[in-house]
């Protein structure tokens, strides 16, 4: 699995159409009327990668597996969510179970499709999201400190820890800062990781724009942009309604279609790489005759990790990795190659997983 990307926005900003197009599907209704989406819809999609394709091609590959993401299309979040209103609690639990978060920013003018709050501004339309994330993000922590006050009078030390954190991260949510932008020191991380905070997801804006501004976003966007600078937050400009007409294209008719309104890449493209960016992602490989087939890993991970990704077996019975370059692989056309070549690399556990690497985890297991 790559990664479980929440799709995120007030109603009517194009949520629903961007969801459809990146899935490919037509499972969450795109209306004109608020929270016409009332359950998240859920669209899995592969993660295109030549990398893929040109090793499954070289092993005369009989499957090619690529790794996949989860979307998530949320209900529309209106100002008081945090405090149930609308279809905040809904919004706020599904929320949770995602990895980051794509929050899509209303930049058309559109007298056709209503806006909640009856104004197209974009900055406004982030700012009352964000607000809501952070009252949600107190109100929990508060709800659970009432729940710790036993447990420290009987001298458990961990709820002293966790009480200790809980005051310190609402003293920062306080100060209307995300706390993904909190410095937690390192006897808390353990305990912090646990709360699965809200604001502590990773996030970037997704610019809705006509197709006419696909290339070169508006005035509107780029307000947003300006925005995302001041935050250190990713930035994308994409056309919900341009994604739908190419979600029904064959490959090449989307490259004449994007080359002609002056775009190199699909947004589905642009997404997916903003997502690993922002989780630190990367990607290796297996690779044989029977199938070559992507894992995606954190940026870091030790080979012994890498390896439960496949099998949690692996990881406990983990011996070595057999490993080559990508460039290594097609560069001697497959893995004998490689092996003849002196390019397989027998790596231990202390070894940490490149982005490209093609792998064998040897095993006891």
């Not at 994330?133 to 659970?144: G, T, Y």
């Not at 200790?164 to 991380?189: A, M």
Request: proline share 3%; net charge negative; with cysteine.
């Amino acid at each position: 699995m790559g990664f479980k990307c929440g799709i995120v926005g007030l109603p009517n900003v194009g949520k629903s159409t961007l969801f459809n197009a990146l899935t490919q599907t037509a499972n969450a209704e795109a209306n004109n009327y608020p929270f016409c989406t009332i359950e998240p819809n859920i669209g899995e999609v592969s993660v295109p990668d030549e990398r893929l394709l040109n090793l499954s091609k070289i092993s005369n590959s009989i499957n090619t597996i690529p790794t996949k993401l989860n979307f998530v299309d949320i209900a529309g979040l209106v100002e008081g969510a945090s405090k149930g209103e609308g279809l905040g609690n809904k919004f706020l639990s599904n929320i949770r179970d995602t990895d980051a978060i794509a929050h899509v920013v209303r930049c058309f003018e559109n007298d056709n499709i209503t806006h909640v709050n009856n104004k197209i501004d974009p900055i406004s339309d982030i700012q009352s999201i964000e607000t809501e994330l952070l009252l949600a993000d107190i109100q929990n922590l508060e709800n659970r400190k009432n729940g710790l006050e036993r447990k420290i009078k009987g001298n458990d030390d961990l709820a002293k820890l966790t009480y200790e954190l809980i005051d310190k991260t609402i003293f920062f949510l306080d100060s209307g800062k995300p706390v993904r932008e909190f410095n937690v020191d390192d006897k808390y991380k353990k305990v912090y990781a646990e709360l699965n905070l809200l604001t502590s997801k990773p996030i970037f804006y997704i610019c809705n724009v006509e197709e006419f501004d696909a290339a070169s976003g508006n005035a509107l966007s780029k307000k947003v942009q300006d925005y995302a600078i001041k935050s250190n937050t990713p930035c994308l400009t994409i056309s919900a309604s341009t994604e739908s007409e190419l979600s029904i294209l064959t490959e090449l008719e989307k490259y004449e279609y994007l080359k002609s309104i002056g775009l190199n890449e699909t947004g589905l493209t642009k997404v997916i790489k903003t997502g690993y960016y922002i989780l630190d992602l990367i990607t290796y490989f297996t690779s044989g005759r029977k199938e070559t087939r992507a894992w995606t890993v954190k940026r870091n991970t030790f080979a012994p990790k890498a390896a439960s990704v496949i099998h949690t077996d692996f990881e406990r019975g983990f011996i070595r990795a057999e490993t080559i370059s990508y460039d290594d692989f097609c560069k001697n056309n497959g893995e004998q190659g490689s092996k003849e070549a002196g390019k397989m690399r027998l790596e231990g556990k202390e070894y940490i997983v490149q982005d490209g690497d093609i792998m064998h985890f040897r095993s006891n297991n």
